[in-house]
């Protein structure tokens, strides 16, 4: 009993000890030239009429022309055809083990084709779907081939956003001279355990080389970027999707400093990109 007790003991010093060394040298640990611009609604696979159309460029250039300065797009990367494909759904296998990605089109719908239409001053957070199932050596090729097409479009390197929850391999990334999303799911505010959740967290994002972290908000009324949340991580950049689209909500969220991203509704096509932090509208 006394062992048990001294461990439970020793867990709950350490725990807060590592809190304590973290909250202090956090400042020193956050990137500067994280999105930071008024417009903080970002459109999420675009502006859409049918699920179908969801990641097309159809949509995608759509919510470019309707004012929204950045998208969230969902691709895999294909070692195979050295191809980033645009899709949400996981691809199918067939019996000799090949890759069948949804179609846009009636075609594949790459990186590099949306980048060689909209490329243009525009932002993008690139959720990458299969980030933690590729090997090493398909890892160092994707990150070849990423340099590769964006390196064709002045700035564009510096407004992509890589979007996975493999801490270790979006450290590859961002030692590549990408910014990368750390993205988690904290627990919801009615957790005895939210603080200790959101606080681990925390500590890998300290730990690792990533640019920002990137959440769901939850729901209205049991958030998951509750008030303790958004505590625990100050001072952090956040990208933060799934949020209501509740107008008083989002007014509230777009003047905080350290949310730099939103991303309204969950599989909704919605425009709210007029709501913004930008000083016309205060």
């Excluded at 470019?64 to 950045?70: I, L, V």
């Excluded at 994707?142 to 996975?164: F, M, Q, S």
Aim: proline residues 4%.
């Amino acid at each position: 009993m006394k062992k048990f007790l001294f461990v439970i003991v020793f867990f709950v010093l350490f725990y807060n000890l590592l809190i304590l060394y973290v909250d202090n040298n956090l400042i020193n640990r956050i990137p500067s030239k994280t999105y930071s611009n008024c417009n903080k609604v970002w459109s999420s696979r675009g502006l859409y009429k049918t699920h179908s159309n969801q990641n097309s460029c159809e949509s995608l250039s759509r919510a470019f022309e309707k004012g929204f300065y950045g998208v969230e797009v969902d691709f895999y990367y294909d070692d195979t055809l050295n191809k980033f494909i645009i899709s949400h759904a996981k691809p199918k296998r067939d019996k000799e083990g090949h890759l069948h990605y949804a179609l846009k089109d009636g075609k594949l719908f790459t990186l590099e084709e949306l980048f060689s239409i909209t490329a243009e001053q525009h932002y993008f957070w690139l959720d990458y779907k299969n980030l933690d199932r590729l090997s090493n050596s398909e890892t160092q090729n994707a990150i070849k081939r990423l340099n590769i097409i964006t390196k064709e479009h002045i700035g564009l390197k510096e407004r992509i956003y890589l979007e996975g929850s493999t801490p270790n391999n979006l450290e590859l990334y961002t030692n590549a001279g990408f910014k990368t999303l750390f993205a988690f799911q904290p627990l919801k505010s009615d957790s005895p355990f939210s603080s200790i959740s959101s606080n681990i967290y925390k500590i890998t994002y300290y730990f690792y080389n990533i640019t920002a972290v990137a959440l769901p908000y939850g729901p209205l009324e049991n958030p998951k970027y509750s008030h303790l949340t958004q505590k625990n991580l100050q001072g952090i950049p956040i990208f933060l999707f799934h949020v209501p689209d509740n107008e008083v909500l989002l007014r509230e969220l777009v003047k905080l400093k350290d949310i730099r991203v939103m991303l309204v509704g969950r599989d909704q096509s919605i425009n709210r990109s007029n709501i913004t932090n930008c000083s016309k509208e205060n």
